[in-house]
């Protein structure tokens, strides 16, 4: 597959080959690995709360027994005792839902599910949600205002772009995107209904995602930043494919961690490093075990002998 790599007009600076979009497109484990990087706040009631209380058990279930409620016209739930005549009992009911001070029914259970997703699964669903993003029949189904994109994806631009002060790059990035610059831009609005009093004021669209290199870097507002180092398949088809563009070094630098170069192989080198550093504590540690037990054998032999003469 060939690229085109724009310059700052929008131009065709240069043309590489890359492999990179080519992966199948699958949808259900795009969605299964989104599901699985939300991060959930896990919260809830305290343990055993309105449940602390001297009231289950209290009560006999046995007819005609004293400290009983049957035949008594009450209803058979936990009940606790305030005061007592005789065997007539001042209750109240406590512990259920329905009773005064009681425990919540249904309360959150301060737990939280993970899923586990393996590493070569992750790393095939995030190069199948970069095939994802560069389909643009897919990107026009996630925006409501755009109907069809004339533009070839993906869009891959030049670092002399990102070498752009901040009003000079957005004037190249509406030169780039063209009709999709309003989508791409990030809009800040005032949200509708209650929300407004609970810390979540104001709503901002999604925008751009421009995905750089690991020792790239670009502060713009409007648009977001991600690094390759970075980037999890949520930052690209999270509720649909999103309009994500790409800088020259980032597109080389997903290629060799598609082929295995790069992280892969420091982690590996590390991994390797750390196994060797343990074989040889281990050896030194079996060495001077050996020689603890010939010293101890040798001790051994030689209090024997004292023994023999002495005798």
């Known amino acids: ?19 990179l979009f080519s992966d199948v497109v699958r949808l259900d484990m795009i969605r299964k690995v989104v599901e699985a990087e939300k991060i ?10 309105g449940m602390d209380i ?11 027994v004293w400290k009983s409620d049957r035949g008594k016209g009450l209803s058979r739930v936990p009940r606790k005792v305030f005061s007592r005549r005789g065997t007539q009992f001042n209750w109240e009911a406590a512990i259920i839902p329905a009773a005064r001070g009681g425990r919540r029914a249904h309360p959150p259970k301060n737990v939280v599910s993970l899923k586990k997703i393996n590493q070569k699964e992750l790393k095939k ?38 070498k752009l002060k901040s009003k000079e790059f957005l004037e190249s990035l509406g030169k780039i995107l063209g009709d999709l610059v309003e989508v791409g831009i990030q809009k800040s609005s005032v949200r509708a209904g209650i929300g407004k009093m609970r810390g979540r004021r104001h709503k901002v669209s999604s925008g751009l995602l421009l995905v750089v290199g690991s020792d790239e870097d ?11 180092k970075d980037l999890i398949v949520s930052d690209l088809a999270s509720n649909g494919a999103r309009l994500v563009m790409f800088s020259e070094k980032a597109v080389r630098e997903l290629e060799d961690y598609k082929e295995g170069k790069g992280s892969d192989e420091k982690g590996k080198k590390e991994k390797d490093k750390k196994s060797e550093s343990v074989r040889k504590v281990k050896s030194a540690k079996m060495k001077s075990k050996n020689v603890k037990k010939k010293a101890n054998k040798i001790k051994g032999k030689e209090s024997k002998s004292r023994e023999d003469k002495d005798e």
């Open 1 to 19: 597959m060939k690229l085109q790599i724009l310059d700052k007009e929008g131009k065709k600076a240069k043309e590489m080959e890359t492999g």
């Open 218 to 228: 670009k502060k713009v507002n409007g648009v977001e930043v991600v690094n390759t």
């Open 54 to 64: 001297s009231a289950s058990g209290n009560i006999s279930k046995r007819r005609h």
């Open 40 to 49: 959930w706040q896990p919260y809830g009631s305290k343990f055993r709360a």
């Open 125 to 162: 669903v995030l190069f199948s949600a970069l095939s994802y993003v560069s389909d643009k029949d897919e990107v026009a189904k996630k925006y409501n205002s755009i109907d069809k994109i004339s533009k070839e994806f993906p869009l891959v631009v030049s670092h002399d772009v990102l």
